[in-house]
């Protein structure tokens, strides 16, 4: 992850965009991102899934032939290659290629965006750190309305397991001694 400290965007040359979310998703940003890019931009795409997304017409990488830890480096090498400038991952409410995108954001050298799947994006930098950290509470359901129950859930999960341990020990314990 390149230029977290500074807000200066790099040139938009070769953007890596990691498909973490559904097919529609990427298919629907696309043209937003064209317009804020330009056409003279090269988009190259890490997915999981088949086939090639409408409109999209770069090189597409898929995990599925970069199997293990030397498949991991493998990627990592031929996305080196490409010499992407940015790097953009969508984090849709959706638990698709989380360990992956986390990966390549941290891997490759090269500016990082977060899209959304409202076709809206924010740079990952220190100046944003507001906009960073309410997102992160949002997708967390730390936020509104529910914000107050997520965390008495949480407060309340291990009362809720050690409750349970008892109950079933007790219960087995029960029919050990009856029988």
């Given at each position: 992850?390149k230029?977290f400290f500074?807000?200066l965007?790099?040139?938009?040359?070769?953007v890596?965009?990691?498909?973490s979310?559904s097919?529609?998703?990427?298919?629907?940003?696309?043209?937003?991102l064209?317009?804020?890019?330009?056409?003279?931009?090269r988009?190259?795409?890490?997915t999981?899934f088949?086939g090639?997304?409408?409109?999209?017409?770069?090189?597409?990488?898929?995990?599925?032939?970069?199997?293990?830890?030397?498949?991991r480096?493998?990627?990592l090498?031929?996305?080196?290659?490409q010499?992407?400038?940015m790097?953009?991952?969508?984090?849709?409410?959706?638990p698709?290629?989380?360990?992956?995108?986390?990966?390549?954001?941290?891997?490759v050298?090269?500016?990082?965006?977060?899209?959304n799947e409202?076709?809206d994006?924010?740079?990952?930098q220190r100046?944003?750190w507001?906009?960073m950290?309410?997102?992160?509470?949002?997708?967390a359901?730390?936020t509104?309305?529910?914000?107050m129950r997520?965390?008495?859930r949480l407060?309340?999960?291990p009362?809720?397991?050690?409750y349970?341990v008892f109950?079933?020990?007790a219960?087995?314990?029960?029919?050990?001694?009856?029988?």
């Amino acid at each position: 992850m390149k230029g977290f400290f500074t807000s200066l965007v790099p040139s938009f040359d070769r953007v890596l965009l990691v498909e973490s979310g559904s097919r529609h998703l990427i298919e629907a940003l696309m043209p937003t991102l064209r317009k804020a890019a330009g056409d003279q931009v090269r988009f190259d795409l890490v997915t999981c899934f088949a086939g090639t997304p409408e409109g999209f017409a770069g090189k597409v990488f898929r995990i599925s032939d970069y199997a293990g830890a030397e498949g991991r480096t493998r990627l990592l090498k031929d996305l080196a290659q490409q010499k992407p400038s940015m790097i953009g991952i969508i984090c849709a409410a959706e638990p698709i290629m989380t360990k992956w995108k986390w990966m390549l954001a941290a891997r490759v050298p090269a500016k990082l965006f977060i899209l959304n799947e409202n076709a809206d994006f924010f740079w990952v930098q220190r100046s944003n750190w507001r906009t960073m950290r309410h997102f992160a509470l949002y997708r967390a359901g730390l936020t509104g309305a529910g914000a107050m129950r997520t965390i008495a859930r949480l407060i309340l999960f291990p009362f809720t397991v050690i409750y349970l341990v008892f109950y079933a020990a007790a219960v087995h314990l029960r029919r050990k001694v009856h029988l």
